[in-house]
């Protein structure tokens, strides 16, 4: 856990000192985007819980005119898998699985239009909470967390100088929990400030 910590501190340090040295004062473009859509899980992860809706928050500095840098949140509610018994299905339990990402991201746009596809890489921590719906000797729920990354790829739409839209795909694994890969589609906005 420390280890973590302190590589997540030094990569966030070394990312700032490489921003304020290295961006042209006419790239100094802050962007803010929200995103919202279905996350699909994969692998083990698919065993324990639905598709769920998603949500994801990027606060990001244009380090170039098409490259940005930046921190990415990401949250997910998906309810438990249903199991298949004889010609019946039957819900395991109503236990609630959420997921949240938090770390570093780095995307480049291919154009320079006012539509752009757009490719992007991150990583951080990600985290799973299963919430059970009766406590059980005082416990309410569990939990795991671990390293993350993942692979983005969309369009860009930049319709005016401060506002512009996002249709985004990103795949997300975390290797340390289990195998897997959450699968998202989101369509959101996006703030050029």
């Given at each position: 856990?420390?280890?973590?910590?302190?590589?997540?501190?030094?990569?966030?340090?070394?990312?700032?000192?490489?921003?304020?040295?290295?961006?042209?004062?006419?790239?100094?473009?802050?962007?803010?985007?929200?995103?919202?859509?279905?996350?699909?899980?994969?692998?083990?992860?698919?065993?324990?819980?639905?598709?769920?809706?998603?949500?994801?928050?990027?606060?990001?500095?244009?380090?170039?005119?098409?490259?940005?840098?930046?921190?990415?949140?990401?949250?997910?509610?998906?309810?438990?898998?249903?199991?298949?018994?004889?010609?019946?299905?039957?819900?395991?339990?109503?236990?609630?699985?959420?997921?949240?990402?938090?770390?570093?991201?780095?995307?480049?746009?291919?154009?320079?239009?006012?539509?752009?596809?757009?490719?992007?890489?991150?990583?951080?921590?990600?985290?799973?909470?299963?919430a059970y719906v009766e406590v059980i000797e005082g416990v309410d729920g569990e939990g795991d967390f671990g390293f993350g990354f993942g692979f983005a790829t969309g369009?860009?739409?930049?319709?005016?100088?401060?506002?512009?839209?996002?249709?985004?795909?990103?795949?997300?694994?975390?290797?340390?929990?289990?195998?897997?890969?959450?699968?998202?589609?989101?369509?959101?906005?996006?703030?050029?400030?």
């Open positions: 856990m420390n280890r973590l910590i302190t590589r997540f501190v030094i990569v966030i340090s070394l990312l700032s000192v490489s921003i304020s040295f290295g961006v042209e004062p006419a790239y100094r473009e802050v962007q803010v985007s929200f995103a919202y859509g279905v996350s699909s899980p994969s692998g083990n992860w698919k065993s324990v819980m639905e598709s769920g809706q998603s949500l994801g928050v990027d606060l990001g500095l244009a380090v170039s005119s098409r490259a940005s840098v930046g921190l990415h949140f990401g949250y997910g509610d998906f309810d438990t898998k249903f199991k298949q018994l004889g010609p019946l299905e039957a819900e395991t339990s109503d236990n609630n699985w959420t997921r949240y990402v938090g770390g570093l991201f780095g995307e480049y746009r291919l154009t320079d239009s006012s539509i752009s596809p757009f490719i992007g890489v991150g990583a951080g921590v990600h985290a799973v909470h299963v369009l860009q739409y930049r319709n005016s100088p401060r506002l512009g839209a996002v249709l985004r795909f990103d795949f997300e694994n975390s290797p340390s929990m289990t195998d897997g890969w959450f699968m998202q589609a989101q369509l959101g906005v996006k703030v050029f400030l």
